[in-house]
């Protein structure tokens, strides 16, 4: 598969550390700004409902499962991405999720090349339950960096 052929095991490592440092560690189910019940390093999904609480260790594995299949979702949608821009799109991914990559201006400009726009539209993703979030203001520009 081109996917596991263009990346290196750093390329997920990176990509872990994004989530842990934007995400945190929550180990009891709770709701995100946006709504959404989330537990462990922001995963989300039909499994957790409130009262979940997840061992460390678990949440480490789900996190990692998780930022995988965003990764190859991501390259699948951007396929001339870097291993460094797809850690960037990848973490967009996991915390906004596929569709909004895939509908998205900032892929439409990434995928032609115009990486300065794709820069510009990603900053634009801050908002949280209709609010900007500095949390959210810092996490876009951190992987604008890696764009």
Not at 5 to 18: I, K
Not at 21 to 48: N, Q
Not at 117 to 128: P, S, T, V
């Amino acid at each position: 598969m081109q996917f596991e052929r263009n990346l290196h095991l750093d390329t997920f490592e990176a990509l872990y550390v994004l989530i842990r440092r934007f995400e945190g560690l929550r180990r009891k189910a709770y709701y995100c700004p946006a709504g959404v019940l989330t537990c462990g390093y922001g995963s989300t999904g039909a499994d957790i409902k409130p009262g979940t609480v997840w061992t460390k260790e678990y949440a480490e594995a789900r996190m990692r499962a998780d930022a995988r299949k965003f990764a190859q979702g991501s390259f699948k949608l951007c396929p001339s991405a870097n291993p460094i821009q797809l850690c960037s799109l990848s973490d967009f991914s996991y915390n906004l999720g596929l569709g909004r990559l895939k509908n998205s201006t900032l892929r439409r400009k990434f995928n032609r090349g115009d990486i300065e726009g794709a820069k510009r539209e990603i900053l634009k993703w801050n908002k949280g339950g209709g609010k900007v979030l500095s949390g959210l203001t810092i996490r876009r520009q951190a992987e604008a960096n890696l764009l």
